[in-house]
């Protein structure tokens, strides 16, 4: 039984979908950068533009790593959600990237799924108390991505193969879910 589907199976019931940019290179070396060329797109994250992948994440309430998937930087968020997530249960809390009716629509399941997508800021949405504990709570994937950048090395430009980025992505990552 691997790592991933042991956490599955004692996953909590709330659960924390998010991604987060992965830059490859400076941007001012893209054009120049021919490593991840076949993988690496231009994208726009938080901090800007950037060229390089998306990691998307699913964690539980206690920090545990139950999906994962790399995609190019200029993928939508919600059409990722689905495939990530098809095999799980529960309650997913998700930021403003992941609004959507249709995808909350399709996600539902009576009693098993059901996705919760903070609202915009200048959206005007009603929201319980129990509402803002759960989206105040996000801050745990967040950290997961800032704990795993700055301490287990996960952004960096010193490999010199596909295999060696993609081989450093996973141990970060590993590190991170061990530690």
């Not at 998306?54 to 995609?71: C, E, I, Q, S, Y």
């Not at 996960?154 to 530690?179: F, H, K």
């Amino acid at each position: 039984m691997t790592l991933i589907e042991l956490n599955r199976k004692n996953a909590h019931t709330i659960k924390y979908t998010d991604s987060t940019e992965i830059a490859v290179c400076y941007n001012k070396n893209a054009k120049y950068h021919k490593t991840m060329s076949a993988f690496a797109t231009w994208g726009r994250g938080s901090k800007g533009f950037y060229y390089g992948l998306k990691l998307h994440v699913t964690t539980d309430f206690d920090g545990r790593l139950l999906a994962m998937k790399f995609t190019s930087s200029n993928v939508d968020d919600r059409k990722v959600f689905m495939k990530l997530n098809e095999r799980l249960k529960g309650l997913f809390v998700a930021d403003a990237g992941y609004i959507s009716k249709k995808l909350a629509k399709e996600f539902y399941t009576e009693g098993e799924r059901l996705l919760m997508a903070k609202p915009k800021a200048n959206m005007k949405k009603i929201a319980t108390h129990f509402q803002h504990l759960l989206y105040n709570t996000r801050v745990r994937v967040e950290t997961l991505f800032n704990n795993t950048k700055k301490f287990r090395g996960l952004i960096s430009s010193l490999p010199r193969s596909i295999d060696g980025y993609l081989g450093n992505y996973i141990c970060a990552l590993l590190a991170e879910v061990l530690a």
